[in-house]
């Protein structure tokens, strides 16, 4: 299990990378209307909701043992690395693999027929 410490408003936290389950959990409390799949967050929606307010409402259903209080408290740069420290312990195994798995797919999208590039020419 991967782990970070951040402090954020004056709070020594553990940010620990969370099961599967967890995250879909996690996705569907912070986009109720995605249900948890990933796919159906409506980031239009999201985005109209900018706002120190979604701080308030967001980071502690992310991380459970902070208040309101406790985001107030904090700089906008340690909002920054708690978030940074999420993503990097629960996708950071993702973000390696996205090069690869876009490779294959590319290659699994290609037309029979059409030589792929690096591939001899008949």
Partial sequence: MRTKSVTFGGKKLRVEESRISELEEIV??????????????NLDAFMGQIGFDL???????????????D???AYPSEIEALLEAFLDVN?????KLIGPLMNLLQIGIA??????????QK
């Fill in 28 to 41: 569907g409390k912070l986009f109720p209307e995605s249900k948890g799949k990933i796919t159906d967050i």
């Fill in 55 to 69: 701080f308030y409402d967001k980071i502690p259903v992310l991380f459970p043992g902070l208040t309101v209080d």
């Fill in 71 to 73: 985001v107030k408290n």
């Fill in 91 to 95: 996708f950071s195994g993702v973000k």
């Fill in 111 to 120: 037309q029979p027929g059409t030589p792929l590039a690096g591939s001899p």
